[in-house]
């Protein structure tokens, strides 16, 4: 029999969502108190944390160091049960390794980094639990950390994964959808100003659609980044009702 | 919106897995009821005054059938009387996942506006779904489901006064009151007829089981699996005999190219299995190993029941079990049934009040069928259609049910409908989810239709095909150039614009594969408005056109090619005689005439070269019937006549064909879809060598070249027909032409054209195929997009199986509707004298070969009652000395053996 159904004629998903519907987003900041900034991000069943050190002086070659702004450090890992499978994830494999850059290149667009010459901010992510759109729930999670850590940005960074079946796109896709042979676009954006600070994707896909799946991809980003802006609207009272 | 979630939990076979995954649940799903008014849905499927006359059920109500009901009855639940029925999620997935036609089937309904189908998502809605419990069988839970989805339901709608009815034959789910749909149906007052079409449920088998067992126990899946990973068993297709009801053999695929086969025979050794199951068979020691046996027999036991033919057949068996010869075998257990409606006629029980049946399918392979029905008296002389149910162990026939009846046997459209359904033609009517993807009418030709067309509006382009052609797929033009060349188009309808990839439409058509021409009757592969009216390329209108322009010398050497997606008004449709006419009438000078002149003058040049270049002229007898208007029976037939018209067309075809096939070989190498012609292997040669030798004419065979050479130069005198029969000889030589994706073969030689590639980008109306390969071409110089599956090359080449399976079926309902209308023609008209000649030569009949009819019959020598003459047959010059010198088959209408 052929493969999952992944949209049903009534409009419904495996789990139950209609196309446009993020799942369920839920997010802590400051878990760790030893770290600069922290934060725990569950997008459904993908669970990950991040944790933020710095501004501080480069460590290692001091040679590595920019005069003009601050370089910033990502290292992304998974847990070893952070799959069905249990395996060892080293670091340094070749997955991680590109989406620690990925990481990078989208936290480099957004952090005021010009604020700190010849230094350095490190964020480290690791996903606990996986189930699909594991870089966008790597960024949501660490732009929380960012602005724990107090670090300016120019706004949040929000990401979102969307998919393309049956001339439709769906939003935050899950592990099974991923799988089930559907193309997926991964987006970061600058929500308020509406710019794109990272689009990867490295399915097959007609050019005519992808301006809709963008458009999807926006969209589905901007769901995510009121869900964040009221996480540290509530985390800021949180803080002040306890410093009162 | 998002209410609760919960986690699922699955583990998968080998190396056990824990799958978690989310499943929201919802409060904004609908019951999809007109008289409900808490729910605030847009639009509701089902009425509020719900009426199926039923004594069970008299009042109002919704009918929710359960899975097997589904899976089982579904003849009955198509019915146009069942209408406001409520199918859950549930039984749509455990549907889906069981029956792939049943599936298909059921979404027809659903998706039919008349037959007020609501499908009501379940497991996602609040109240309905339910977890599995402790020690429940994913089976229990899904009936669990079922069951409380329908007391959601009808608390739900108690308020509103109407009552939700569960259709199961399930012992638990019935304890809960519901009804069975034997006992629904039954009691539906409006119509009898529908109680016959129920499949035997489980209770009724048991009454018709005797008590003796007929057959050995089928083993089960588990063991046939690893009896199979072993060695001992085999699987393989199962193909019963079409002489020998006692005799089948099961095709083996062995590795790679090598299949074997495995003789089986006896009914013990059959055990069971019905033509095109998938079985697992035993080898039997070698001593006991058979040759098929010769004889021909007929399982016509109309006066014998169930088990009292024993001896007669052993007896059979034996007598051939003499020699020991091929692998035999016996069958352990079905591993898949193929089991599909079956077209045939009951014989009809001599016990008068008997309401079981037996029925004889129309193909002989098939066994036959044990049905009861209360109409039989109705049917008799009407062609039915059965399915069958199960064919438990001590049953010597297998149980069916009546599905529904095709029309008195012998009429007309009766018939056709049988070698239809026989030859697996898709024939229904297009759905409504099918059409809905049609252009609005009235349609024009918008702006955005012309930015990637060229205008070709001012040429003159004109069709030539056959009279009484409505799907015209093609024009020509040809016009001198400035610079003194020809510029010659061909303009195909453009279909793809009208088909996208992807749609239903597009589903139907890939299934169907291809028109279906039968004698005076079309099974179109797209709808009519379509076909016959906005793809076809008629005089005087604006047709959108796929062009494929050449600049050619007066040498026909191709200077140019081009390929472009057009616009065209065609100036004249015309029939090949009516083309004919006017290129030989020297005093019409206008500009379509002057364009055929053209066109012909290139078509003749073209054809030389090919012969040149080796390709075969075939021959094989065509003949076309002329029906009365009125009454629709054929009057009078005629073999096909061709003429340089004819001629002048394929070649141009050939020609885009081939221009076509080398662009988009050019472009995806992967993924194009072409088409090929195998050289045969030199032993299909035998026939036409014998039949050449017999006559002292040598035919050479070693390439395709040689032979056609060899076939223009066999000629004997005073026998003109004798060159026409080699050829015809010839074509029986040949393999079958076939599909392909160029990615997955590397012959891709065509041996009757005698060209390196080629394809079919000529006929998008009527064949598949070609849609493809505009889609492809369309890619290619950038007119249009791609899709995914059209650049993989696995789900191109299941295409190509499905195509070439579809072709070769819609040829053999030609040649039966020919056949039969042959049968027709000739009821009315006796005994008729004809020249004939004598094909083949075999042991006990000959087969003769009547041109004027294109009709092909065996003559026996010896008929029932009376022997036949001595006769001397003589394998290596196939001939029959015959000692009365008077045995001449022409004067006889010749038994048509089918």
Same mark, same amino acid.
């Given at each position: ?244 | ?105 059921? %979404? ?6 008349? %037959? ?348 030539? $095909? ?57 099974? $179109? ?374």
């Amino acid at each position: 029999m052929a493969g999952l159904e992944l949209l049903s004629d009534q409009g419904y998903r495996l789990d139950g969502r209609k196309a446009t519907e993020l799942r369920k987003v839920q997010a802590r900041m400051g878990v760790f108190a030893q770290a600069d900034g922290s934060a725990y991000l569950e997008q459904g069943n993908t669970k990950a944390l991040a944790v933020v050190y710095g501004p501080h002086e480069i460590r290692g070659a001091r040679s590595r160091a920019l005069h003009d702004r601050a370089i910033i450090n990502c290292q992304y890992s998974m847990a070893t049960f952070s799959t069905a499978e249990r395996k060892r994830r080293p670091h340094g494999d070749r997955k991680s390794t590109e989406m620690s850059l990925h990481l990078k290149q989208t936290f480099e667009a957004a952090v005021l980094t010009q604020l700190y010459p010849r230094s350095q901010i490190d964020i480290y992510v690791k996903i606990l639990q996986s189930d699909g759109g594991n870089y966008s729930v790597c960024v949501n999670a660490a732009t929380l950390a960012v602005i724990d850590a107090g670090i300016p940005m120019r706004d949040y960074v929000c990401a979102c994964t969307v998919g393309f079946v049956d001339e439709t796109s769906l939003a935050d896709l899950c592990y099974a959808e991923e799988s089930g042979g559907v193309s997926s676009l991964a987006l970061s954006l600058l929500p308020r100003g509406g710019q794109i600070a990272l689009v990867q994707m490295d399915a097959r896909l007609h050019q005519d659609h992808l301006d809709t799946l963008i458009e999807a991809a926006m969209t589905a980003c901007k769901g995510v980044s009121k869900v964040l802006d009221q996480v540290v609207r509530q985390h800021l009272q949180e803080g002040s009702t306890l410093r009162e | 919106m998002l209410k609760s979630k919960t986690f699922v939990k699955k583990t998968r076979a080998g190396g056990v897995m824990k799958i978690v995954r989310e499943h929201y649940l919802r409060d904004d799903i609908w019951c999809g009821s007109e008289a409900c008014r808490e729910c605030k849905q847009e639009s509701t499927v089902l009425q509020a005054e719900a009426c199926i006359e039923s004594n069970l059920c008299p009042y109002p109500h919704y009918v929710v059938p359960d899975t097997n009901v589904v899976l089982h009855q579904i003849d009955v639940l198509e019915d146009p009387v069942i209408r406001n029925v409520i199918i859950l999620q549930t039984v749509l997935q455990e549907v889906r996942h069981r029956s792939a036609p049943v599936y298909k089937r059921l %979404k027809d309904m659903i998706q039919a506006k008349e %037959k007020l189908v609501y499908t009501f998502t379940n497991e996602h809605h609040r109240e309905t779904y339910i977890e599995r419990e402790q020690g429940e069988s994913a089976n229990d839970r899904n009936d669990r489901a079922i069951r409380v989805a329908v007391k959601w339901y009808s608390q739900h709608l108690k308020a509103d006064g109407l009552k939700v009815v569960l259709l199961t034959d399930d012992q638990g789910n019935k304890e809960k009151a519901e009804e069975s749909i034997d006992e629904y149906v039954k009691n539906l007052t409006a119509n009898p007829e529908l109680v016959d079409r129920l499949a035997l449920s489980k209770d009724d088998k048991a009454e018709i089981i005797s008590s003796k067992v007929l057959f050995p126990e089928h083993l089960p899946l588990s063991k046939i699996q690893s009896g199979i990973k072993s060695g001992t068993f085999l699987q393989g297709t199962f193909k019963a005999s079409r002489d020998n009801y006692l005799e089948a053999t099961v095709f083996v695929q062995g590795e790679g190219e090598e299949s074997t086969e495995v003789l089986i025979q006896g009914l013990q050794n059959l055990n069971r299995a019905v033509h095109q199951d998938v079985v697992a068979v035993q080898l039997l020691p070698r001593n006991q190993w058979v040759l098929p046996s010769s004889v021909v027999l007929q399982d016509d036991g109309a006066a014998k029941d169930d088990d009292v033919d024993g001896d007669e057949e052993e007896k059979a068996v034996i007598s051939a079990a003499e020699a020991a010869g091929k692998p035999t075998g016996k069958i352990v257990g079905i591993i898949k049934r193929n089991w599909r409606p079956f077209c045939g006629m009951l014989n009809v029980s001599q016990i008068k009040e008997s309401t079981r049946h037996l029925f004889t399918p129309a193909d002989r392979r098939i066994p036959r069928i044990r049905i009861e029905t209360r109409q039989a008296s109705t049917l008799v002389g009407q062609r039915i259609m059965v399915a069958i149910d199960g064919w438990p162990k001590n049953s010597r026939y297998p149980n069916g049910h009546f599905v529904r009846s095709l029309g008195s046997a012998g009429e007309k459209g009766t018939e056709e409908a049988v070698l239809l359904l026989e030859h697996d033609v898709p024939h229904q009517a297009f759905s409504q989810n099918v059409l809905s993807f049609l252009p609005k009418m009235p349609w024009g030709i918008t702006p955005e239709d012309m930015i990637k067309r060229q205008d070709l509006r001012h040429l003159t382009v004109c069709s030539v $095909d056959p009279p009484g052609c409505t799907d015209i797929d093609d024009a020509l033009h040809c016009r001198e150039l400035e610079n003194g060349n020809l510029e010659v188009g061909v303009h195909i309808a453009d279909v793809s614009h009208f088909i996208r990839p992807g749609n239903a439409l597009d589903k139907e058509a890939a299934n169907r594969g291809t028109t279906v021409y039968l004698c005076g009757k079309r099974i $179109d592969m797209v709808p009519e408005l379509l076909s016959s009216n906005l793809c076809s390329l008629r005089s005087n209108v604006e047709r959108l056109a796929f062009s494929c322009i050449w600049e050619m010398n007066h040498n026909a050497e191709i200077l140019k090619t081009q390929f472009t997606k057009s616009v065209i008004n065609s100036k004249a449709s015309l029939t090949y005689a009516e083309a004919q006419m006017r290129i030989d009438d020297t005093n019409k000078k206008d500009d379509i005439t002057e364009s055929l002149r053209g066109l012909n003058k290139l078509a003749k040049i073209l054809k030389r070269k090919r012969i040149e270049n080796g390709a075969l002229t075939l021959s094989s007898l065509e003949v076309r019937f002329h029906i009365d208007s009125e009454t629709h029976d054929p009057i009078d037939l005629q073999t096909k006549e061709l003429m340089e018209t004819n001629s002048m067309v394929e070649e141009f075809m050939l020609l885009a064909n081939i221009s076509v096939a080398q662009k988009i070989y050019d472009e995806f190498p992967d993924c194009a879809l072409l088409r090929k012609h195998p050289a045969p292997p030199p032993s299909n040669y035998d026939i036409l060598l014998k039949a050449a030798k017999s006559k002292n004419v040598e035919i050479h065979t070693d390439s395709a070249k040689a032979l056609a050479d060899s076939l223009d130069v066999a000629k004997v005198d005073g026998f003109s027909y004798f060159n026409t029969l080699l050829r015809i000889l010839a074509t029986r030589c040949m393999m079958q032409a076939v599909y392909f994706c160029s990615g997955m073969d590397s012959d891709f030689h065509h041996y009757g054209l005698a060209s390196p590639i080629y394809t079919h980008f000529t006929s998008p109306i009527r064949r598949y195929a070609d849609i493809i390969v505009h889609r492809l071409l369309a890619v290619a110089i950038g007119a249009d997009i791609t899709y995914p599956d059209l650049m993989d090359k696995h789900k191109q080449s299941a295409l190509c199986n499905n195509l070439n399976y579809r072709h070769k079926m819609s040829q053999y309902a030609q040649r039966a509707s020919v056949a039969f209308h042959t049968q027709l023609f000739f009821k009315s008209r006796g005994i008729l004298n004809e020249e004939g000649f004598v094909l083949f030569v075999r042991k006990n009949a000959i087969i003769v070969l009547i041109p004027k009819f294109g009709l092909e019959g065996t003559v026996f020598f010896d008929s029932k009652d009376k022997a036949g003459p001595s006769l001397v047959f003589d394998e290596e010059i196939p001939g029959v000395s015959v000692a009365a010198p008077d045995v001449e088959p022409q004067a006889k209408k010749p038994k048509v053996d089918r």
